[in-house]
């Protein structure tokens, strides 16, 4: 397949009259949403110094005037800074400073946020009052390695970092699932996370434009909006990340659930129960993928892949040992399932051939010098491999925990412990051993049944895969996790409160999986 730009997805829509767009009670053809697209296309072309980087920071929800920004800054070869509502303060001053904003279009409930803060001297706009020009723009050139947008990272491990995302990188995967799934202008596309995340933006919106089909936003997501919504629109294909998936699966079912127009849902991080529940309650497919803002490395389970396994790697990735940099064996396993080479099976998920289409960080040569090295795109995930060569998820690198001069990834534990039919979620995470290296810890929120430390640790003795390094050493119970407006666990807060902490806190007494409470602290969440 070629690889189309985001401008030539837009023009083949320009005498389009079926719906493109839908939000709330609003429709807008194609054609609408092309032409709006060029007069704002007009506006940046005379607001924009174009001796500068002709960056336009956005801050606002899953409204049309994103859809039509986006379009703008195709027509006009300006660059969209996707900016994140939940920062706040001198965070996200330091966001748009970092991109390079020339100025910030924003929802008129997000300004205040804005207020007092250091911008470098930009100035901040209505995003809807702005004027606009009289008369469409005519497109400027695009190709594929021209930069369209700015995505920050979730910023799980640090401050977020700006992706670079070119009009290729946008619209390829857009144009390969379109065809992939066979989605027509027939179809409508649901978006429902963020449009300042890549997951909206390439797995939804570039999705939709390059299949002709219409895109209905919605402001933010909702997991009781979720299926009124699929009605609503007649949506046949949506896209998701994994807890907001498992948040709609979650909502009380009705023997009707099934009846819907919901052809297939595409997106990553799900959990394998819950995406056998949502294929079984609203009657769709389920295609689970693993990727990453950066896009240096992607595939997807298929029909085969065994439950908690990510998919088979496609042939030029590899899991490499992060010490020796060598491929490593296939895991092994006891009677039991448990992982008994962990030290030689575990590694980093590599590109080999190259960067794929991670078109680096903006302003930041040392994130791109980590991620490239030896000529290979370096993902910062852990995983291991079957004999079948299925891989599994191990945790980030800066997960990996050293527990008695043995490495544990995060992942395995978390999977072992969502077993438990009172847990709804959980995150494993290291705190400091007191002679050396790390203790396991986790942090779990129940579905409101009450869980009993003797329960607990009887119910992890039970668990034959999970080594006795594994066992977390202390466990609290919290209300929720932490997480970024991506839906992504910030573990290294639960880390930096460690031992003072909120919720409740039990420690597992001496080798034996039995725990008593250190501590009950009311928590504010």
Not at 17 to 35: I, K, S
Not at 244 to 260: G, I
Not at 350 to 359: L, R
């Amino acid at each position: 397949m070629s690889v189309p730009t985001v401008t030539e997805l837009l023009l083949a829509r320009a005498g389009d009259e079926r719906p493109g767009l839908r939000f709330e009670d609003e429709t807008y053809t194609w054609a609408e949403h092309v032409r709006a697209s060029a007069i704002r296309a007009g506006d940046l072309r005379e607001a924009l110094r174009w001796d500068r980087p002709p960056h336009v920071g956005i801050l606002a929800d899953n409204v049309p005037a994103f859809s039509v920004l986006l379009g703008a800054c195709a027509f006009a070869g300006a660059v969209l800074v996707g900016l994140n509502p939940t920062r706040r303060g001198e965070a996200l001053a330091r966001d748009v400073r970092l991109a390079d904003c020339q100025f910030v279009l924003a929802e008129e409930k997000y300004r205040p946020l804005l207020d007092g803060l250091d911008l470098g001297g930009i100035d901040v706009r209505d995003l809807d009052a702005w004027p606009s020009a009289d008369t469409p723009a005519d497109p400027v050139p695009a190709s594929p390695d021209d930069l369209l947008m700015l995505i920050f990272t979730s910023g799980t491990s640090g401050d977020p970092k700006a992706v670079r995302c070119t009009h290729g990188k946008i619209a390829f995967p857009g144009a390969m699932l379109a065809e992939r799934f066979g989605l027509s202008p027939a179809d409508t596309v649901y978006v429902t996370m963020p449009l300042f995340h890549s997951n909206a933006v390439m797995a939804g919106w570039a999705v939709g434009l390059a299949a002709g089909a219409g895109i209905a936003l919605r402001r933010r997501f909702s997991a009781s909006g979720f299926l009124p919504d699929v009605r609503k629109f007649g949506a046949t294909y949506a896209n998701y990340v994994g807890k907001p998936l498992s948040y709609v699966v979650a909502t009380p079912p009705r023997p009707d659930d099934a009846d819907n127009p919901l052809r297939l849902v595409y997106g990553n991080e799900g959990a394998s129960a819950d995406l056998a529940a949502f294929e079984k309650r609203f009657g769709c497919t389920v295609v689970d993928a693993f990727g990453s803002t950066e896009g240096g490395v992607g595939f997807a389970r298929t029909a085969g892949t065994p439950p908690g396994s990510l998919g088979k790697p496609t042939d030029d990735v590899a899991i490499l040992h992060p010490h020796t940099g060598r491929p490593c064996p296939p895991a092994e396993f006891d009677a039991h399932g448990t992982l008994t080479n962990a030290a030689e099976a575990v590694g980093e998920l590599v590109n080999t051939a190259g960067a794929g289409w991670f078109a680096g960080y903006y302003r930041d040569p040392g994130a791109d010098a980590e991620r490239l090295r030896d000529g290979r795109f370096h993902t910062g995930d852990l995983a291991y491999a079957d004999t079948g060569g299925f891989c599994f998820f191990a945790g980030r690198l800066g997960d990996w925990l050293r527990v008695d001069g043995e490495n544990l990834g995060t992942a395995p534990i978390e999977r072992i412990l969502l077993r438990h039919p009172a847990i709804t979620d959980t995150a494993v995470y290291a705190v400091p051993d007191p002679v050396t290296g790390d203790q396991v810890m986790a942090a779990i929120v129940t579905d409101g049944t009450p869980v009993d430390p003797g329960e607990f640790g009887r119910f992890l003795a039970g668990q034959r895969d999970l080594g006795p390094k594994q066992v977390p050493r202390y466990v609290r119970t919290v209300r929720e996790l932490p997480r970024t407006s991506t839906f992504k666990v910030v573990k290294r807060q639960l880390s930096a409160e460690g031992l003072n902490c909120p919720g409740t806190l039990w420690e597992r007494a001496g080798q034996d999986v039995v725990y008593t409470e250190l501590s009950t602290v009311d928590d504010p969440a």
